[in-house]
């Protein structure tokens, strides 16, 4: 019954429109009450109704017809998700019936009124034509004014209307070409809606409950959202009586029209789509994003369309038809509110040579550059162009409809506007455009190609949850385990801690846990900085490949075998340790740590996973050159390294880091391992359902008696007070800017001012939401998604290492990240300054407190206290003192810390991003 929505556009305004030679039209010397006069050009005036209701008039009186067409500002573009196709539906529906006008289509067809209604992305308009007749006209003005606001939208109309629509998109996809510019536009838009046909998803179509669809009429049909045309044969002041008597007692409403906000990125690459389906034409299409109907370039992109479509003396015809290549082709620019695509498309012959045809195509479109447009071409394509508004403006009726196009860009002028544009184009401006937007990392290319077969993947549908819940008992419970309360007494009391052998300290604590689960961790110590000097990056890719394979198995087996044993294995290196951690089951503990003390003891170092392992950490490091986040922090890094070169704890550049590892040999890894890694010395804590006793002799047996070949001794670190700098990096197309500041302070964990410090550190930042940092720069002022602050404090045995720092970092869009550093500043002086609240410590203190005890739940956490305790010569009495000490905090003494260690023109801040 109705045809509508898109079509390829053979250019910007279908016709490629000219001048007119209609005399000018005059406005009435008398209007209505509730009606305002508004611009004239060439011959059509626009009136405003009180309403909100636009009124334009194009008398004619040369031909005996009369054009009303109403053109509403919605179409699929102001669909929600799951309601797509639903301005559709109602362009339909609004031919069901008013109470006043029950049977619309009969009452037309009574009048001899022609009429029908399209539904686009950004506009939906219904048009009716007759014989001039001022009875049908008084009567369709009525018309259009009652079912504006008064149609019925009944779910019984809905429902018989349902077969019609479905069949309206049954037949637009038996066209090869529909159904291939759907799966273009659906690749080509990340997120604006012209990626969704008007026609909608058949799925939301016939879901749409009949509530949305009479909120989405009540929403957009309405006078303000309403432009009525009347065009030919009329008398423009009678016809304003007449619209005035019906439109004018419409009231406007008191809503706002929903705004769109959705910007289109742009595209960063060439996407392609294929559709096969069955049929007899082949298909190949290239689209491009260009700006909307209202931006400058559209005027040239207008005429090198019409450069690359003219039949027969546009290039594309040249290169492809007479070529017999294609039997079809031609080119086209979306004229639209939003911008849109520019599209060519070509049609192969039964036989003919799809990839040529691809080739060619694309060399028409993006090769522009290689033979540019001629001022020649561009003169013809503007006459062709200036024929066919000349035309256009000849016929009052065909304006009419016209004009609906340029209303949904945003205005009716439009039309003239890009009428004139297109008048002074040059052959410089079409090379311009056509350079801009017609290049590869713009394009989206589509192929239809045709199959007697297609291959098809139908994913059925979701059972009745019901059918596979009701009645369902599951298996035996899991294993609930014990009650713990994991207290630092109870860990206490619970741990057993002695020393295997020469060395190897251990901490074995007890206790049923859920689903009989068992955490290990285990660090194990060897070598020294005179020793390792030299090899530090044989040293760094000893532990990523230590579960790459073994002597007795390979990569795949490992995994394997820790599947099999249901236990999740971590092992790995570093330049004076190595690590296994597991989380386990009881009854398979034993066969999990004998797995993992093979593979830290026997790896095999296969040749070919060294080399893809290096290929990976040099891919890692290029990636790392341009990324804004490490880049700041390499920079930052560097500065306050106080290591010489070639000192084990030297930081190493990207370029150097590179380099060395380009030169690295196996050979040098496999000797790292034999001339370090031991197990003898080290600590290792056990934590949840196990036999203590089982798992004491497995460790002796397995660990303590490998001794490292160099003795263990730890580096000392140490603060250094470094001079505060400033810089910025340029990282080109990375809209997200990194910010990292670091002030160094000494400051050892056991420091008297260091529970102070911690909780200074989490008021200052410690809470990406609610911290002095966040408050300000994300909740007052929106700069940053992410900005916090971090206190380390350096740890050793001896308790004298002091290399403490206070690290602050931020992410926002480059151009914000000036007003993010002077708001980070201004709140670390603040601190300083004013110090903090009562109602801060409070607040801060308990949020610690609590995060301790949260943590102390977590069996793998406890492992990781009772091992650090272990390595430092602390027990489970530290704990207990420290969450004493944030208790006793006073306001003074946070103050007081806070003064002595914080330093704000002491803070170094690196920054990076698309500056």
């Not at 846990?513 to 068992?518: M, P, Q, S």
Request: aromatic share 6%; net charge negative.
């Amino acid at each position: 019954m109705f045809n509508r929505h898109l079509r390829i556009r053979s250019l910007a305004l279908s016709l490629s429109l000219a001048l007119s030679t209609v005399a000018l039209a005059e406005t009435p010397a008398a209007l209505p009450k509730s009606v305002a006069a508004a611009p004239c050009i060439e011959g059509l005036c626009e009136y405003r109704l009180q309403n909100g209701l636009r009124v334009l008039l194009f008398p004619d009186a040369s031909k005996p017809t009369v054009t009303v067409n109403v053109v509403y500002g919605v179409g699929s573009t102001d669909e929600n998700y799951g309601e797509t196709g639903m301005a559709h539906l109602l362009e339909h529906m609004l031919f069901k019936g008013t109470p006043t006008h029950p049977d619309i289509p009969g009452e037309m067809k009574q009048r001899g009124v022609a009429k029908n209604a399209s539904t686009s992305f950004d506009r939906t308009n219904y048009f009716a034509s007759f014989p001039a007749n001022d009875d049908t006209l008084d009567w369709l003005l009525g018309l259009e004014a009652d079912r504006m606001v008064n149609s019925k939208i009944a779910k019984s109309d809905l429902d018989s209307e349902m077969t019609v629509v479905r069949n309206e998109m049954e037949a637009g996809d038996n066209n090869p070409g529909a159904v291939l510019m759907k799966r273009v536009r659906a690749v080509a838009y990340d997120w604006h809606n012209y990626a969704n046909l008007p026609i909608g998803a058949r799925s939301d179509v016939e879901g749409v409950p009949i509530a949305n669809l009479q909120a989405f009429y009540k929403t957009w049909y309405q006078p303000d959202n309403a432009l009525l045309i009347v065009a030919g044969r009329i008398d423009p002041g009678k016809t304003l009586v007449r619209i005035a008597n019906h439109f004018g007692p419409l009231k406007k409403p008191v809503r706002a029209l929903p705004e769109r906000h959705t910007i289109e990125p742009a595209q960063d690459g060439e996407r392609e789509v294929t559709v096969r389906r069955t049929g007899d034409i082949g298909l190949i299409a290239t689209s491009y994003h260009v700006p909307a109907l209202a931006q400058a370039d559209s005027a040239p992109l207008a005429v090198l369309a019409n450069v690359l479509s003219d039949n027969p003396n546009g290039r594309l015809y040249k290169a492809l038809i007479e070529t017999k290549l294609a039997a079809f082709a031609t080119a086209s620019g979306d004229g639209q509110r939003d911008p849109g695509l520019f599209t060519a498309i070509a049609a192969l012959p039964k036989t003919g040579d799809a990839v040529k045809v691809e080739a060619e195509l694309l060399k028409q479109t993006e090769d522009v550059t290689a033979r540019p447009v001629t001022e020649q071409e561009v003169a013809a394509a503007k006459q062709r162009i200036a024929n066919g508004y000349e035309k256009l403006l000849a016929d009052a009726n065909a304006v009419g409809m016209a004009l609906s196009e340029s209303q949904a860009a945003s205005d009716w002028r439009l039309l003239f506007v890009q009428r004139d544009a297109i008048a002074k184009v040059t052959a410089a401006d079409v090379n311009r455009v056509a350079a801009t937007y017609l290049k590869s990392g713009n394009r989206t290319l589509g192929r239809f190609v045709p199959t007697d077969n297609p291959d098809r993947t139908e994913v059925p549908a979701a059972p009745a949850i019901a059918s596979l819940v009701d009645g369902y008992v599951g298996k035996a419970a899991v294993a609930a385990g014990e009650t713990f309360e994991a207290t630092p007494q109870n860990i206490a009391a619970r741990t057993q801690t002695f020393t295997l052998g020469d060395g190897l300290k251990v901490s074995l604590l007890p206790k049923k846990t859920r689903g009989e689960t068992v955490v290990v961790n285990a660090n194990f110590e060897f070598g020294n900085e005179r020793a390792i000097t030299g090899r530090t990056d044989a040293g760094a890719l000893v532990g990523p490949m230590l579960m790459l394979g073994s002597k007795s198995m390979t990569r795949e087996q490992i995994a394997a075998k820790f599947d099999a044993l249901n236990t999740q294995a971590q092992i790995g290196g570093s330049l004076q340790g190595a690590q296994i951690a597991l989380l386990g089951k009881r009854g398979t503990l034993a066969d999990a740590l004998a797995l993992a003390a093979d593979v830290l003891r026997n790896p095999a170092f296969p040749a070919n996973q060294f080399e893809q392992l290096r290929l990976q950490a040099a891919t890692g490091i290029e990636y790392q050159r341009k990324e804004p986040g490490p880049l700041a922090s390499m920079a930052l890094a560097q500065h306050f390294d106080p290591w010489p070169a070639g000192h084990p704890l030297h930081v190493e550049g990207f370029d150097e880091s590179l380099a060395k590892l380009k030169t690295l040999k196996l050979e040098d890894v496999q000797a790292y391992h034999r001339d370090f890694y031991g197990t003898s010395q080290g600590e290792i804590a056990v934590v949840g359902d196990f036999d203590p006793a089982a798992v004491k002799a497995q460790l002796e047996q397995l660990f303590a008696g490998w001794k490292a070949p160099a003795a263990y001794a730890p580096m000392p670190t140490h603060y250094t007070d470094t001079k505060a700098t400033l810089a910025s990096f340029t990282t080109p197309d990375k809209p997200n800017a990194v910010l990292v500041a670091r002030q160094n302070l000494s400051l050892n964990l056991v420091d008297p001012d260091f529970p102070a410090l911690s909780i200074a550190a989490s008021i200052l930042g410690g809470d990406p939401l609610k911290a002095r940092l966040a408050d300000r720069i994300r909740q007052k002022e929106g700069l940053s998604y992410g900005v916090t602050a971090a206190l380390r404090a350096d740890e050793s045995r001896q308790g004298r290492d002091d290399d403490g720092y206070l690290t602050i970092q931020a992410i926002a869009a480059p151009q914000n990240m000036a007003k993010v550093e002077t708001a980070v500043r201004e709140e670390l002086a603040r601190l300083v300054k004013d110090g903090i609240t009562e109602q801060e410590l409070r607040d801060a203190v308990q949020a610690k407190l609590v995060a301790r005890e949260q943590s102390r739940a977590q069996d793998g956490a406890v492992a990781g206290v009772l091992t650090e305790n272990l390595q430092y010569g602390r027990d489970m009495q530290f704990e207990i003192d420290r969450d004493a000490a944030y208790r006793a905090l006073t306001v003074a003494q946070v103050n007081a810390a806070i003064r002595k260690h914080f330093r704000p023109d002491s803070l170094s801040v690196f920054a990076a991003g698309d500056f």
